[in-house]
Every structure is written in C-alpha cells, then in structure tokens.
C-alpha cells in the first residue's frame, strides 16, 4: 500500500497506457487499477409528462399495520 501512495503517478501512467495495476494489502490483492472504457452513453432523458409542480399533491402511502424494521432486516439477511 505504501508504494502505491508513494509511485501513484507511475501506476496511474501505466493505466493510462492501457496496463492494469493490482493493488495488495500484504499479500491480498484487494483492487484492481484499470483503463475506463469509454462507451456509449445510453442514459436517455424521458419528457416530463406533467409539471413538477404536481408532485406536491402526491399523497403518502401509509402501512396498513405497524412495520417491524428490526425484524424485518433480520429477515432479509439472513439470506446473504
């Protein structure tokens, strides 16, 4: 880690070059340095269909019954 900091300019200049740096804590690799590929952006901007104005009259929706959110977050990762 402490060459990383110390030569970032150089890794960052192989990167540059199309190279790819690994980064290890000791002898864990723990990231990996690559170019950006730059690709199309397919972000397309959709046309408001009414005024943000309004949203103001978007009413909440309310749970019919108390949540637990403890027991709700147990629940959900216990699955991870």
Known sequence: MSELKAQLSAYLAEVRGGGEVLVYDRRTPI?????????????????????PSTLKRIKGVRPSRPINVDRLLRELRQDR
């Open 31 to 51: 990231a990996k340095l690559v170019p950006v590929k730059e690709e199309a952006d397919d972000l397309q901007l959709i046309p408001e269909s009414s005024p």
